[in-house]
């Protein structure tokens, strides 16, 4: 920089003080040549110059011209540091961009996608509630932040406009909000191209912001086992009635929500359930219906449905009295369906060793009372025949021989003393007689009456029945090979086999027969019971109930369904007892759940009922 | 002005170091153009994933199984699968092309073939009778029955309106309505 210093302010001096020194210099003084490069020498000479009686004027010039050339350097020095400045700082500053950067607040993959509740799926993995971004329409009136009105237009323009994306909107009173000035929702779910639409309108007031809510794809398909959520006061996702009351921590917890909840459920048999139970219940015009299917090996719950139902998309008041779950948590009494699990306790414990004895069949008086038969076969019956045409004589009889407390003890052991076991939170509590057992308390429960339980209670029951005699409690999760539990040994291996050859008889030669689904070995028992209102037995209103397990050569799954006062209709021929409508129902719905089941219909299969047959065929 | 051997030298290396310097400027500049690239295509994956899930939600909520229940009773009228249609393994399924007997004449078989002229025009197959998903049978609808008269489509607009025509389930009666040939039984490719 020095050693240019000099070339610089040459040119730059020179340019500024040869007009005034042509000007001012007398004759005889030679002005330096320009442009050819003699300045630099002649500038320095000058002062020391040969002429020693040099006019002041000379020397005020030339002190002149280097301040000027000084003040020249310092200017262009100056200007040439602000630039260098300037570029110094553009360089920092673009480095520090690219270095440091303000990169946008980054989140993880795994964090963004997170659900802000964990998924819920059934067995296959078919989501049956998930966590979904949805938006709702805001009117923030602070948005623009000027002090002035909120909205760009008028509000009853801007009503106008939304009115015109949402036809149902009541536009008078969305201009009154929009003019009271005052933040609020307008709409509190919309789509997302509704939301494109608000977008365009242009105000900038109107937000649409991105909420987390719960859907439902299916809709109200197994409502109860699902249940619903509602947001809480600090604004999280609270599960209300069914499972996602049960799994709230786990889909709430940060750690495990990110993978579904799997259930036991399977969507497809439940779809066919409830498809099934609802044109069964519309056809008998019952007030309600309850249905569950039930893994005889693992106690898992395949398929679980109470009807009416609710839908908890949208969870309305009108809903609450819907929300009851028939099969966990309203106890009646069952009927004859007790009559199979009494006959198995008095053969387990060697009451009955001979199927083919003749039990007495007339009417049994305890008392002042009379109780007599449905239908009246003869007067004596075996217990096959007891069992197909639904005898209550017979299995009264069977019931006192076998005594209070042997009935008592099998039937506590499947824990029809206690709430149903299963992970729901709404569980009710059975009617169990309480302290000793009279006689006739005994004879009652051993046809079903006089005890109230649960349809799930009877679906567990029937399951220990079947599959071994072993009972396991009833679990909504998904259970994996090993964790399915030991259970508890109720009844004998062999008392379980006898009991698969007469359920399997029912179905083919008594009460049943409308069950019996072609290729599929149903075996089952029906119930129709008077319903007790405060303590009186109503002669019109019937609980109808078919308890079945299918298939009977080696049973898979027991499938229980609850009528709640079924009317005689021309579809169930004017009849009202199970045999006309829950029966039908299970008919219809083995084979549309069996092939999904993987249970394969087989003509040439069935449980070997040829020692037994004869016990029933004689008797036509 | 001489330079030295060693000034030389330690002008080399700044020089080096300048170079280095350079280089890893533009690589930590490179770096960073690269991790916004990435930060971005995350942004559209987190975005994608969305709109997937979106879309299989509103999927499996249009194809809930109540609706496919209800198309299945009204349009399709599948139904479970029957013992006999099940093979019990390989020996079965080989059996069946299999002779029945040592010198046994093959089995006849017929070919069937469409009648001529039917369906060439539009390329489509003539449309098969409405059966009943319950019992089987074909149903005769009685508004299929009033199209098939001359002035149909006219009548049933009368009567019912237009809208009612495009949301008429009956599919020849509402073929035949738009298509304004009476008489004319085809209707539209199933």
Redesign the interface.
Known sequence: MNVQAPGLGRGFGSGIGEAGLQRQLPLGFEPAKRGAGPAPKALPASPQGPQPAQPTGRVQLVSLRQELLLTARVRLLVIALLFAALAGVALARL?WL??A?E??A?TS?DA??LPDRGEITDRNG??LA?A??AYALWFNPRAMDDGGSPLIRTPQEVAAGLKAIFPEMNEAATARMLASGKPSYLRRRIL?EEANAVFDLGEIALETPREQDR?Y?????AAHVLGYVVEEEDGTLGGRVGMEQVLDDRLADTASRADPAALSID??V???L??EMRSGMLATDALGAAGVVLDVDTGEVVALASLPDFDPNRIAREDVPNMLNRVTNQVSELGSTFKPLTVAAAIDAGVIRDLSRDWDATPVEIGRRRLSDYSDKGDTLNIPQALAYSSNTVTMRVADKLGPERLKRVLMDLHMHERPTIELPARALPFWPKGEWSRIRTLTVGYGHGIAVTPLHLATAYAAMVNGGVWRPATLHKLDAGNVPRGKRVFKASTSARMRQLLRMIALYGTGRSADA??YRVGGKTGSAEKNSGGRYSKTKLISTFAAAFPMDRPRYVVVVVLDEPRGTIASSYQRTAAWNAAPIVGRLV??I??MLGV????NRDVDISDLRYLMEKAR | MMVTHSRMRSLGWAAVLMLCLGLFVLLSLRVHAVRSEVLLAERQIIRLERETRRLETEFQARANQRQLAEWNRVEFGYEAPRADQYLDGERQLASLGQPRGPDAPAPIRVARAEPAGEGAGAGAARPRTMVSPLTGKPVTLASAAAAASADAPSRFAEAFGDFLIEASPIRPARAQVQAGAPGDAKGSAQ
Request: net charge neutral; glycine share 18%.
């Open positions: 480095g690219g270095l950067g990169s946008p980054r993959l963004a996608l078919v989501p998930r979904f971004d997302p859907h794809p299916q809709g109200k398909l969507l497809r439940q779809g066919a409830e498809d072609e290729g084979p549309r069996g092939p394969r219909p087989d003509d």
